[in-house]
């Protein structure tokens, strides 16, 4: 049941910007973006998160569209050691449980090239 | 460090064997998760606890038994152990309430291999 869309792989040249871009058509109002990546078989490391509003820190920036239905996180520099699957993850809250779920989509292999 | 750290970090054993993982977090939080990820690098929600409490289990077969002794530890122990539950297994922990700002964090990941 994943609630996210993102393409399978994408390259990016060192030093320029990489652009990765995700889906979520059905997100609902109250339901943030959480993006993570994972290099090589490590855990998955946080990077970005957010609800309405673009969003900035010091790994990446989140830029979400004005009807939520997508989501663009961007690497400003992208360095060789940024080479990893990048996942876009919807939060939602299940009223079954009464909890949060964290649903991860397939992810993006992202390739930086020197 | 304050970390989530799981044990042990390869396991390889034979089909219809019993296994543990065990995970642990010092971080104070709350709620606990196992993920699995196969080999295709699915990543899938399987059981959730908040307080030593079951709250999330998703339609796991019932081989899969986890256990959580304290709100900081969360045990995974599977029984009869089958080819199709090699994968890598992810623990993960974040504090409660409703915050966006409540970011899982992950364990390293334990990787079991069933001949």
């Known amino acids: 049941d994943a609630k996210t869309t993102q393409p399978t792989s994408m390259d990016c040249a060192e030093g320029r910007a990489a652009n990765l871009p995700c889906n979520h058509s059905?997100?609902?109002?109250?339901?943030?973006v959480y993006w993570y990546r994972q290099i090589h078989s490590q855990g998955p490391q946080y990077i970005i998160h957010g609800l309405k509003n673009n969003e900035t820190n010091e790994m990446a920036s989140l830029i979400i569209t004005e009807d939520r239905k997508s989501s663009t996180l961007i690497l400003p520099h992208a360095t060789l050691r940024d080479t990893a699957v990048y996942y876009c993850?919807?939060?939602?809250?299940?009223?079954?449980?009464?909890?949060?779920?964290?649903?991860f989509g397939t992810g993006t292999r992202l390739k930086v090239l020197a | 460090d304050t970390a989530v750290s799981q044990t042990p970090k390869y396991l390889v054993t034979q089909m219809g064997n019993d296994k543990s993982i065990k995970c642990e977090q010092n971080l104070g939080h709350d709620t606990m998760y196992w993920y699995k990820q196969d080999s295709k690098k699915f990543l899938k929600i399987m059981f959730s606890?908040?307080?030593?409490?079951?709250?999330i289990n998703e339609t796991v077969p019932n081989r899969f038994s986890p256990k959580s002794p304290d709100k900081a530890h969360l045990n995974l122990h599977i029984n009869s152990l089958e080819l199709g539950d090699s994968a890598v297994y992810f623990c993960?922990?974040?504090?409660?309430?409703?915050?966006?700002?409540?970011?899982?964090?992950f364990g390293a990941g334990s990787r079991l291999t069933v001949l």
């Open positions: 606890y908040n307080n030593k409490e079951l709250i």
């Open positions: 993850i919807v939060r939602i809250f299940s009223l079954t449980s009464g909890t949060y779920k964290y649903i």
């Open positions: 993960a922990s974040r504090p409660g309430g409703a915050s966006g700002a409540n970011v899982l964090t």
């Open positions: 059905t997100i609902s109002g109250n339901e943030y």
